[in-house]
């Protein structure tokens, strides 16, 4: 058995030389196939032969190699540009328009945001979500991050720090950017933010009734005629757009001093028609 082996082996080897040697012209004369009745003439024939189809396949060997230019033009990205796509994102948020924001975002972008579970999958999505994020007046750090690239894509991951202009409240996030080069530009294809999980409580779930309940709670609150009593069903950072007053209140000075006025009109509230809306620890 051992002997079949080694002589099946043999062969096996032969005959891989003589596939890679098939094309290969001989160097000598001696090995010129004249057992066979060729000529000199016959001979030299089948050596340029030889040497002509080697020729034709390293030739065709060469063309085999296409650089990816030829295929899709390349756009390189340094890590500091990359980093920089940040910036831009960034300082769009800062001009307050929702719209200038979403133009950040590639055609087929998905936002995954922060305080919102709905994923936005287009343009009008995307703006949307920033109509209302952009009350906070945001304006964020990155504080780590890491940096990876390809061929005309390439991502930002980590952990950014957010500032509401609004409240002065901070906000710690993780996040991801992946960007595309699309129609000259570099734009957000995915971004992901989430805040972080640890020390975060989660609260028991609320029903709709009572979400409804909650504005009954505060409509007593007006019933009673002490502006402090109605401002302490505020939040620490909350965030009042008054009916009658132009000025925004950020905490629960402000907001008294609001309802000092406006309970002097002694009134009461009623709901017609409303939709709730319930996610994890907030309701609206």
């Known amino acids: ?39 000199a003439n016959d001979a030299r024939e089948i050596t340029a032969l030889n040497m002509g189809l080697r020729s034709f396949f390293r030739g065709k ?21 990359v980093r920089s796509l940040f910036e831009l994102w960034n300082d ?17 972008a998905v936002l995954l945001p922060t305080v919102s579970d709905v994923p936005r999958t287009d343009f009008d999505t995307i703006k949307d979500y920033f109509d209302s994020f ?19 894509w390439c991502q930002d991951v980590g952990i950014y720090e957010f500032t509401m202009g609004a ?15 699309e129609e000259g530009e570099w734009k957000i294809a995915h971004h992901h933010s ?22 009954h709670l505060w409509n007593d609150a007006l019933a009673t005629g002490e502006s402090s009593i109605v401002a302490n069903r505020y939040a620490k950072e909350a965030v009042l757009l008054p009916t009658v007053s132009d000025e925004a209140r950020y905490d629960s000075d402000s907001i008294k001093d609001y309802f000092d006025a406006f309970l002097l009109k002694q009134p009461q509230g ?10 994890t620890n907030w309701a609206q």
Do not use: W
Request: proline fraction near 4%; include cysteine.
């Open 1 to 39: 058995v051992l002997t079949m082996k080694f002589a099946l082996s043999a062969c096996f080897t032969l005959v891989l030389a003589a596939g890679a040697d098939a094309f290969v012209a001989p160097q000598h004369a001696t090995f010129l196939p004249s057992t066979n009745g060729l000529q």
């Open 61 to 81: 060997a060469k063309q085999a190699i296409v650089k990816l230019d030829d295929i899709v033009p390349v756009q390189e990205i340094s890590d500091e540009e």
């Open 92 to 108: 769009s948020l800062q001009t307050g328009s929702s719209k200038l924001v979403a133009k950040r975002y590639a055609k087929e």
């Open 134 to 152: 952009l009350l906070k007046k945001p304006s964020g750090t990155i504080i780590e991050g890491q940096i990876t690239k390809g061929v005309n």
């Open 167 to 181: 409240t002065g409240q901070k906000v710690k996030a993780r996040y991801t950017f992946c960007y595309v080069y």
């Open 194 to 215: 989430s805040v972080m999980p640890e020390g975060i409580s989660i609260a028991e779930p609320i029903t709709k009734e009572r979400v409804r309940n909650l504005f």
């Open 270 to 279: 009623e709901i017609l028609e409303g939709e709730i809306v319930i996610g």
